[in-house]
């Protein structure tokens, strides 16, 4: 998980498809998702 962004880190750690924090454009949740 190194690798990703910290906002991706983040949605990775909940485990849930909820939108991802301020840090992280929401794009970036789609595209991950």
């Known amino acids: ?3 990703f962004p910290a906002g991706d ?3 990775a750690r909940t485990g ?3 939108p991802p924090p301020r840090s ?3 794009q970036q ?3 991950f998702s």
């Open 9 to 11: 880190a983040a949605i």
């Open 16 to 18: 849930t498809g909820a």
């Open 29 to 31: 949740a789609g595209a």
């Open 1 to 3: 998980m190194a690798t």
């Open 24 to 26: 992280a454009p929401p």
